[in-house]
């Protein structure tokens, strides 16, 4: 079975919807410059790859240029604050544990039920939904430390590069998260 992609970089939505420019996501980019008046100058790229990362996904850019797999409910990008290194923090939706899944007797009838799917989509239940039928969602959250050595090297103060290198950064940070969790994301695709 081939492993998810956990996330993807939507370049043709991107360039489909450009104002001005040949990209949204550097158009935005370009708006918000001002969110990375902290980054220039420093030696580490976490700084940079928090913010661009930001900019590139929902809500800040909606639809994100960066896109993300059914299941995945939240991604983030930090800085650790123990080493200064950079941490991925993102929620999944996962199927209820073995312990409840293996014995149905702890429900006692009351019709338990997951995550709400709506065309294929992982939804909260509606408070309509909740007012008749008990719901049990079950998340993972995975937080791991993202490799720094593909990031690109961040120039003393901004310029014209900007969008591009918050393009490159956006697009190493994909791959990282990929190779990360696809092989969880993909036992998960199996569950129910």
Partial sequence: MAPSSVAWIDHHYDRENAGLGRSRFAEHVWVNAKEFDDCWGDISPVGFACVAWRLATAPHLDPGFVRFH??????????????????????LVAPWPAALSGSQAWTQDRGWRGWPETFGQFLAPSQQELSRTPHLRSTLTAEAPLALTELPKLPESPGPELPDLAERTVTVLVRELNDLLAPMLTQLGGAR
């Fill in 70 to 91: 059914r299941r995945v409910l939240s991604a983030a990008c930090r800085r650790n604050t123990w080493d200064g290194s950079l941490t991925a923090a993102v929620e």
